[in-house]
């Protein structure tokens, strides 16, 4: 490859593939708006009005054909072991089959949990829903492929992400996670959607605490 020249797009995209990375971050010389905007939209599958319009085969389905990647990122995420069934032991079973599951929940005793409690007028519920969380999750952790860590983040939006889906589930300031939308992503070559949203649960990983091992 000749230096300067920007290879053709088609091998532009393999080599993307390959590393795991967008196109345009590896040639940003290549993007325009209008093609970041329409790979972006393409990237859009569905908006539901609130996170209950999610259906719980939805969420069961995608935790149980997810082969590559589980990453959840979430205060208490209590629906996930209210509403799912054995919950716990569906993301040890990905883990088991090789998917790298990686688990961040808040810290209860953290300033963040404490700030989102009261922004929801909940007071210490939040706090306490954190501590259920990570009381359910002690059964499966240390299962090889699988990792936890408590965050201590102010979030912006929940995160569930499933190989090359993602819930994206934005809060809305005084009202519960619950009752505030949910975007149904997916991940395309050149999008910018599905990528941002993940570059914030990295962002968030690397700072939190990890409890793998406790």
């Given amino acids: ?6 290879p053709h ?24 708006s209008q093609r970041a905007e329409s790979a972006s939209q393409a990237e859009f599958v569905a908006l539901y009005p609130n996170r209950g319009s999610v259906s719980i085969d939805t969420w069961a389905s995608l935790i149980d ?14 629906f996930l072991h209210d509403a ?20 961040l929940f808040g810290d209860p005793e953290g300033d963040a949990v404490e700030r989102r409690g009261a922004e929801e007028r909940i007071g210490d519920l939040l ?16 299962t090889p492929g699988l990792s936890a ?15 090359e889906t993602l819930l994206a589930n934005p809060h809305t300031y005084g ?10 992503l997916r991940r395309l070559p050149g999008g910018r959607l599905f990528s941002t949203y993940m570059k914030s649960f990295e962002r968030a990983w690397e700072q939190a605490t990890d409890v793998s091992a406790d």
């Fill in 84 to 103: 799912i069934p054995e919950f716990d032991e569906r993301i040890a079973a990905a883990a088991r089959r090789g998917a790298q599951v990686r688990l």
């Fill in 127 to 142: 706090s306490a829903r954190c501590r259920l969380t990570w009381n359910y999750l002690q059964s499966v952790l240390g």
């Fill in 149 to 163: 860590r408590q965050h201590n983040t102010t979030l912006y939006a929940s995160i569930f992400r499933f190989d």
């Fill in 175 to 184: 009202a519960a996670a619950s009752q505030s939308p949910v975007l149904h």
């Fill in 9 to 32: 797009q088609r091998h532009r995209l393999a080599v993307a593939q390959l590393l795991g990375e967008d196109d345009l971050f590896l040639w940003p010389e290549t993007a325009t």
């Fill in 1 to 6: 490859m000749s230096a300067g020249r920007v």
């Fill in 65 to 78: 054909n997810a082969t590559e990647a589980i990453d959840v990122l979430a205060f208490a995420g209590s």
